[in-house]
């Protein structure tokens, strides 16, 4: 069995940073890509940032130059680095790793989500 859990996340004021990270835990699993998608109240999940096994990045308009995201292959591990937040950055964020489970295939995961809130 393969989890995702996420952490980092909570209030912070307009301006400020935050930093989530996503864990994958489990065995027999290599991972392929993992990206940080985001919902708000009312609305409907969204790609945030994206990256691949080798690395390549892609991001949402409405974060680029403002966040980044990395990814330790050793630890299995993504990490968002949200700086210059701003309240429309309110939401719930959620971790997703796309997997090889070596012997049964290829598998999406979700991690359980973080809330993030931007507020004076």
């Known amino acids: 069995q393969v989890q995702l859990v996420e952490s980092g996340g909570g209030l912070v004021q307009p301006g400020g940073s935050l930093r989530l990270s996503c864990a994958a835990s489990?065995?027999?699993?290599?991972?392929?890509?993992m990206a940080w998608y985001r919902q708000a109240p009312g609305k409907q999940r969204e790609l945030v940032a994206a990256?691949?096994?080798?690395?390549?990045?892609n991001y949402a308009d409405s974060v680029k130059g403002r966040f980044t995201i990395s990814r330790d292959n050793a630890k299995n591990t993504v990490y968002l680095q949200m700086n210059s937040l701003e309240p429309e950055d309110t939401a719930v964020y959620y971790c997703?790793?796309?997997?090889?489970?070596?012997?049964?295939?290829?598998?999406?995961?979700w991690g359980q989500g973080t809330q993030v809130t931007v507020s004076s």
């Open positions: 997703n790793a796309d997997l090889i489970l070596i012997g049964r295939g290829r598998y999406d995961f």
């Open positions: 489990g065995s027999s699993f290599s991972i392929r890509g």
């Open positions: 990256i691949s096994s080798g690395g390549s990045t």
